[in-house]
């Protein structure tokens, strides 16, 4: 018997390969946001394109920003145009080429290529995989009851989380070189003869990640099944505008659901922030070489893969609510840790550690409390998305999930340039890159006071009491 709403059969009965494709999104999806944005990428470009760390933390947080625009603009229509004409997969299909290619560009930013024209093809590749994701989060209600979604949710971030730190390894195993032995991290000489000089172990994290996703987002396509209904698309761009203005007039009716948009708003871009800025910062902080960072940016994965497998279990037993509040209070704890921690000292000078190097990796006292903090972010970033999604699916209908969806990544990305808006003007102001990623922790401590005075599920009445 199938749905006469989505066109799909009851859920107790879609396989479990379907709801298996869902989640390899997420592992095929993942290593652009780990090897391209936060660790091997970002802290290319940050501390060897541009002239200096702090012009470089600059543009790659006006590039954020741009991208954080756009998706802030276009989401939500997307989202209400996919409820009007049925199947998301197509849509998918459609940013995941333009993903691809645009991954594929990031191959020709060698030094001294225009700064302006590599920013721009990154931002690209941000805002395809942006709408990609609006697509394929609206899909989950579909697929699980809803006492399964912050389950699955973040086994599918973990699943994520996962993918990208192989592809991470393999970067720093086999083509990240030490500029002084010119070999990888297990001694070897790079794949392809790459040359490090060139940056061209940092640049084909692009085509390797564009590899990945197009190969595996393949089970997604072939085995979760998709929205019926499938309507021209004029006729549902018509109707979606339609719909998103009635959508946005109804959240502001909808307190619950309304305040907790904004509580995500805010502290998302704080998220994100740290997220794309933060592996550029350590890099041009203690000068670490593309293996260091990357060796960092396993630690995190790691911890970040075991946090969601704790968070699948703690969110069904605790709620999804408290789930992100921990999340924000553990990231805002690790900001303030690392814009207070710089060669010889921590907490802002209080606690001083010495200026002594021991020798090979990380070898300052100030790199190992710098990574202390860093292994909060870890295991914080990932429960505090995949939460975040569960309690916005638990607090929706499977009918407008395509709407609110749009809405939900609207909140993600509506002031997006903010925050890396905020930490580029105050670098490029101040020329202290320390200041400017302190400006972070506004956006931690706002959204956690909203969230905490939202109801859970969100779309509980006002006047109930907030459940926990």
Do not use: H
């Not at 929706?396 to 580029?424: D, H, K, N, Q």
């Amino acid at each position: 018997m199938m749905s006469e709403v989505t066109g799909l059969p009851p859920k107790a009965v879609v396989q479990r390969r379907g709801v298996f494709g869902w989640m390899m999104f997420d592992w095929a999806a993942q290593p652009f946001f780990t090897v391209v944005t936060t660790f091997i990428f970002g802290p290319y470009f940050i501390s060897r394109m541009a002239s200096d760390p702090a012009t470089g933390q600059a543009a790659w947080g006006y590039g954020i920003a741009a991208g954080g625009l756009l998706i802030a603009i276009f989401s939500p229509l997307l989202g209400s145009i996919a409820d009007q004409t049925g199947p998301r997969k197509p849509w998918i299909a459609v940013f995941a080429i333009i993903k691809i290619l645009a991954l594929c560009g990031l191959w020709f930013a060698a030094p001294g290529s225009n700064i302006v024209a590599v920013v721009a093809i990154f931002t690209l590749a941000s805002v395809a995989a942006e709408f990609s994701i609006v697509f394929n989060d609206s899909m989950l209600l579909r697929l699980v009851p809803k006492a399964d979604i912050g389950r699955v949710s973040n086994l599918a971030w973990g699943l994520g989380y996962l993918g990208g730190m192989i592809v991470l390894i393999f970067i720093i195993a086999f083509l990240a070189a030490s500029p002084e032995t010119g070999k990888t991290l297990l001694g070897l000489d790079p794949l392809f003869g790459l040359d490090p000089a060139q940056g061209e172990d940092a640049r084909a994290s692009g085509p390797i990640s564009a590899l990945w996703y197009a190969v595996f987002i393949l089970p997604m396509f072939l085995f979760t099944p998709d929205s019926g209904g499938r309507r021209a698309l004029g006729g549902a761009m018509r109707d979606g505008l339609a719909e998103l203005r009635s959508t946005i007039g109804e959240v502001r009716q909808r307190a619950g659901i309304f305040r907790f948009l904004i509580a995500r708003m805010i502290y998302q871009d704080g998220v994100n922030a740290l997220l794309a800025l933060g592996g550029g910062f350590a890099a041009a902080m203690f000068s670490w070489s593309i293996t260091e960072i990357g060796i960092y940016g396993i630690m995190l994965n790691v911890v970040a893969i075991f946090s969601c497998l704790y968070a699948s279990r703690l969110d069904t037993r605790l709620g999804s609510k408290q789930v992100v509040l921990i999340s924000i209070l553990l990231l805002l704890i690790a900001t303030v840790g690392i814009v207070s921690t710089g060669p010889g000292f921590t907490l802002f000078g209080a606690l001083q550690l010495g200026g002594g190097d021991s020798g090979g990796m990380f070898g300052t006292s100030a790199e190992k409390a710098y990574i202390t903090f860093g292994l909060l972010i870890g295991i914080a970033f990932g429960p505090v998305q995949a939460s975040s999604r569960a309690y916005m699916a638990r607090s929706v209908t499977e009918e407008e999930s395509g709407r609110y969806f749009g809405i939900y990544a609207l909140s993600g990305r509506a002031t997006s340039f903010t925050a890396p808006f905020l930490v580029a003007t105050v670098t490029a102001l101040s020329g202290s890159p320390r200041l400017g990623m302190a400006t972070i922790v506004i956006f931690f401590a706002a959204g956690f006071v909203i969230l905490w005075t939202t109801p859970y599920p969100a779309d509980q009445p006002a006047t109930e009491p907030v459940k926990a």
